[in-house]
């Protein structure tokens, strides 16, 4: 594959939808094998668009076709507080392999897709437990009267238990003594090879990271190094023109061994990536010097800018804006000619700061006995203070270092406090393949991939469209009428209980219930008592519902039945 047209994907997004830079994602970047079976899927889904008849059914003249199938390995996890720790030991013994990873729960039937999305939402939400410390966030603002109880699939959990922001999810700056820190490089190294295998192997993940994270992901810079390199993967040995036996009933198991990792190994030369129009590249460069703690430079330095860091950090960020716009007012005051010197120190020791708020009144700098510590926003993050220099718990904040605070600050928030992070989630993600594929997305496009619509949104037309009535239940059957009904009336929340019960995933794919496959297929239950549920097969999207006499009855049944854990025969 000539070097230009991945260049050409990176560097003229504008020129290529979504769509087709997808294909060539898809097509060249996890191996011949891959890329034939994804082919191979995606002529069978473009076959499968009418609902009238007029396309060909599936599997009618596909099969001829068909060149081979990937090979799916089978591991068995418990569903308890151990499972974060056995999706580490499966990462770490699955990542580097081409093929397709299903997870089946011990002590339950289900097998297949529905488990598997299940096993992935579960991990994600392991992930998003505020006592890991891997995530910034607000002891005071998360614990607000908007705060709830939250079910993220292991059960009702108090509030505060998740980190939950609506910016989303991105790293705490960390110090390297910080206690647990090594666990949390782990943890972040896994994280990378977790997404990547999502991408991988096709699942959509509902982990709500932030814009900014997105960001970086996308930003990783494309070097002349080999293994960085466009490249097509030989892995023969994965695709197989027909299953042996051992295939078919491929069941892996694995122990939670220690996780002694090779971590030099992972080490990569860290690259100086400072784009000339960022206005935060001489924020990050002027912390170089004898008296301050140097950058460090890695492939996001300077890819962040000033929305981002509202967007992280809110109330920090805009404390460093007033911070700015004060040393700005002195430097206009120290610079204009026509004053005095004692004028313009009158004017200098006149300069207030002006705290948000209404009653608040302007204060002088000095007098909020600021030094330069940097003091995280949680307990969680395990550690009060971090002097952002030496020294600098013995520093005051004053009108005259103002500028080398923003610096210093804005440098350990959007850099170094997070750069062993983001290293080991780099190091992790390459496992599976080169990050830099994923350059030729935009941020947004790279969260649809990975997340999917994380706000289900449906009309009741299109969920006439794009569902399926069948085995005692038709298009103007009551029942099915009902069910339309109520799945039109639920709020994001109850759709995305009702997507997790019914598909094993709380988000749509990308262009929401019309690329939902397969397709949401509704039957008629026999009820056997007044108490009965309705039941789901998640690998198929086949809903087994009941007919209820009302609309309030099925929404009850719906509801409670989504609240039921486990994939059981029924």
């Not at 995606?42 to 076709?65: F, K, Q």
Request: net charge negative; with cysteine; glycine share 6%.
């Amino acid at each position: 594959m000539p070097e230009w047209c991945e260049n050409l994907a990176v560097n003229c997004k504008l020129l290529f939808p979504l769509a087709v830079r997808r294909q060539f994602f898809a097509s060249t970047t996890f191996g011949m094998s891959r890329s034939v079976v994804w082919l191979q899927g995606l002529r069978d889904g473009n076959t499968d668009v009418s609902r009238t008849g007029m396309a060909r059914a599936r599997g009618e003249d596909a099969a001829e076709y068909r060149l081979g199938r990937l090979k799916h390995e089978r591991i068995k996890v418990p569903r308890n507080d151990q499972l974060l720790d056995y999706a580490r030991s499966a990462m770490r013994a699955h990542g580097p392999r081409k093929s397709v990873l299903e997870v089946e729960f011990l002590n339950e039937e289900g097998t297949g897709l529905g488990p598997t999305l299940e096993f992935y939402a579960l991990v994600a939400a392991e992930l998003q437990r505020r006592d890991l410390g891997l995530w910034l966030c607000d002891d005071v603002h998360d614990m607000d009267s908007d705060s709830k109880e939250l079910d993220l699939g292991q059960g009702v959990k108090p509030i505060g238990y998740y980190v939950t922001r609506r910016s989303g999810l991105f790293p705490a700056p960390l110090p390297p003594n910080c206690p647990g820190f090594e666990h949390q490089i782990k943890l972040f190294r896994f994280l990378g090879t977790f997404l990547a295998r999502c991408l991988q192997d096709n699942r959509i993940v509902d982990l709500p990271l932030s814009g900014p994270f997105f960001k970086m992901m996308v930003a990783t810079p494309v070097d002349d190094a080999p293994q960085r390199k466009l490249r097509l993967v030989s892995d023969s040995s994965s695709f197989t023109g027909s299953p042996s036996p051992a295939d078919k009933n491929n069941q892996l198991g694995f122990s939670l061994a220690d996780e002694n990792e090779d971590q030099s190994s992972h080490e990569k030369t860290l690259e100086e990536v400072i784009a000339v129009e960022n206005p935060l590249n001489q924020v990050l460069a002027a912390s170089v010097d004898s008296g301050e703690r140097q950058q460090m430079h890695s492939w996001f330095t300077g890819v962040l800018d000033e929305e981002d860091f509202m967007e992280i950090s809110p109330d920090r960020a805009r404390f460093r804006l007033e911070l700015k716009k004060l040393v700005s007012e002195k430097d206009a005051i120290l610079k204009d000619q026509s004053l005095s010197e004692d004028e313009k120190q009158e004017r200098v020791s006149a300069l207030r700061l002006h705290p948000p708020g209404k009653d608040v009144q302007p204060v002088k700098l000095e007098n909020l006995c600021l030094d330069f510590q940097y003091n995280p926003s949680s307990k969680s993050h395990g550690y009060s203070s971090y002097a952002l220099r030496p020294g600098g718990d013995q520093t005051e904040l004053t009108l005259e270092n103002a500028g080398d605070y923003v610096n210093l600050i804005t440098s350990y928030c959007l850099n170094n406090g997070i750069v062993r992070q983001m290293e080991a989630f780099r190091d992790g993600f390459n496992v599976v393949f080169p990050m830099e594929r994923l350059q030729m997305f935009t941020p947004e496009e790279l969260c649809l991939m990975l997340c999917g619509e994380r706000v289900p949104n449906w009309t009741r037309d299109e969920l006439l469209l794009f569902t399926e009535p069948k085995y005692g239940y038709n298009r103007d059957s009551r029942g099915y009428q009902l069910f339309l009904d109520v799945l039109t009336e639920m709020d994001p929340s109850e759709r995305k209980a009702f997507l997790q019960f019914a598909t094993g995933c709380s988000s749509l794919p990308p262009g929401g219930l019309a690329n939902l496959h397969p397709r949401l297929t509704v039957v008629r239950k026999d009820r056997e008592h007044a108490g009965t549920l309705p039941s789901v097969n998640t690998c198929v999207h086949y809903l087994k519902l009941p007919e209820y006499d009302s609309a309030e009855e099925l929404r009850e049944k719906l509801m409670a039945a989504t609240v039921e854990k486990g994939f059981h025969l029924n």
